[in-house]
């Protein structure tokens, strides 16, 4: 039986691979009560008695709206993205070095 925390990190992995979440590090990221937002990963409401994670990101990394450039998560969802986007963000990284970019 699938846990929901399986589920999520398949969601994220999926979502990761398909360009739909970002790989990169974030600018800034701030926490706090939700507002209302829409989680980037789970896709349910922040609501004010959750904790939320903003995260923002440069221009290229902007998922969402036009010019938007910050994201949304519960703790728990953004804890996900974050630990399965590293390695992925590690192997880019380490590519661009190895061929002198």
């Given at each position: 039986m699938r846990s929901d925390e399986d589920a999520l990190v398949?969601?994220?992995?999926?979502r990761l691979s398909k360009?739909?979440?970002?790989?990169?590090?974030p600018q800034r990221i701030w926490g706090g009560p939700g507002n209302g937002a829409v989680c980037a990963l789970c896709e349910?409401?922040?609501?004010r008695l959750d904790i939320e994670f903003e995260v923002e990101f440069e221009v290229q990394f902007a998922l969402a709206a036009p010019g938007s450039r910050t994201l949304h998560f519960h703790r728990r969802c953004h804890a996900i993205w974050d630990a399965e986007r590293r390695p992925r963000f590690d192997r880019a990284l380490h590519l661009r070095v190895s061929r002198g970019a």
């Open positions: 398949e969601l994220a992995r999926d360009g739909r979440l970002p790989v990169g590090s349910q409401v922040v609501t």
